[in-house]
């Protein structure tokens, strides 16, 4: 099983996130603080394809 690190940055959606990678056998975690990204294996930045410059 993989550290994995969803950014909980107020856009996208998280849930749908987490519940894939939940029904994938992972346990993601949702994190807000930069110094979490440290112990992650892998980040994912959830959004809806699309950011402003």
Known sequence: ???IA???H???NLVS???ALT???EQPRVVTEPQEFD???GIILP???A???
């Open 6 to 8: 969803i950014i909980d």
């Open 1 to 3: 099983m993989s550290n």
């Open 39 to 41: 112990v992650a294996d």
């Open 51 to 53: 950011t402003a410059p």
């Open 17 to 19: 996130v987490v519940n």
């Open 23 to 25: 029904s994938l056998g």
């Open 47 to 49: 959004g809806v394809g």
């Open 10 to 12: 107020g856009a996208g």
